[in-house]
């Protein structure tokens, strides 16, 4: 069974920094691309960035493009999103998420359960 | 980057009626690379359709997807009492990726 959990979401300071992590199970981590999406809640979907399967690729939404950095340790399946001078509008719950074994092939197939991450001082 | 839009806002329906939510894209979608979620509250979102017209792993036949070029429809043939959620599009494949604003599903 295919399982994702992310951790390390809290309150945050404006301009500080955090790390997100998400744990992979249940599947060939490094086949396939990962993706975080993020949601205010009772809001809509984001998209946030996703990388490669080796890493090589990384692509970001311009809102976040420059202070957030997406990474991933393929050894200890486990997908990261690094946090840097947040704002109060990135106040959301992050999900990570698989794609597909291509950047092309399905849409986002598996979703973890979410980690919400409040912006604040 | 291309915008979706996604109609109607809402969408007020009885059990056993069938839904047809749009999905509008701002260009043409290449590859055939939109998706169809659903999400209850308090859970995160399912694949439900990927590929304009492919149901994922799991997902009942009275859910499909139809479309082309600029303009998708997510049909329901005859609603369950658990349809009852938001449905949200997304295109995938070239970045950035884009959701639509979503519809939700409500009993009437």
């Known amino acids: 069974e295919v399982q994702l959990v992310e951790s390390g979401g809290g309150l945050v300071q404006p301009g500080g920094s955090m790390r997100l992590s998400c744990a992979a199970s249940g599947f060939t981590f490094s086949n396939y691309w990962m993706h975080w999406v993020r949601q205010v809640p009772g809001k809509g979907l984001i998209w946030v960035s996703r990388i490669k399967t080796d890493g090589s690729s990384t692509d970001y939404a311009d809102s976040v493009k420059g202070r957030f950095t997406i990474s991933r340790d393929n050894p200890k399946n486990t997908l990261f999103l690094q946090v840097t001078s947040p704002r109060a509008e990135d106040t959301a719950v992050y999900y990570c998420a698989r794609g597909g074994t291509n950047s092309h092939s399905t849409g986002l197939d598996s979703w973890g359960q979410g980690t919400l991450v409040t912006v604040s001082s | 980057e291309i915008v979706l839009t996604q109609s109607p806002g809402t969408l007020s329906l009885s059990p056993g009626e069938r839904a047809t939510l749009s999905c509008r894209a701002s260009?043409?979608?290449?590859?055939?690379?939109l998706a169809w979620y659903q999400q209850k509250p308090g859970q995160a979102p399912r694949l439900l359709i990927y590929?304009?017209?492919t149901r994922a792993t799991g997902i009942p036949d009275r859910f499909s997807g139809s479309g082309s070029g600029t303009d998708f429809t997510l049909t329901i043939s005859r609603l369950e009492p658990e349809d009852f959620a938001v449905y949200f599009c997304?295109?995938?494949?070239?970045?950035?990726?884009?959701f639509g604003q979503g519809t939700k599903l409500e009993i009437k």
């Open positions: 260009q043409s979608v290449s590859s055939r690379s």
């Open positions: 997304q295109r995938y494949g070239s970045s950035p990726l884009t």
């Open positions: 590929g304009v017209s």
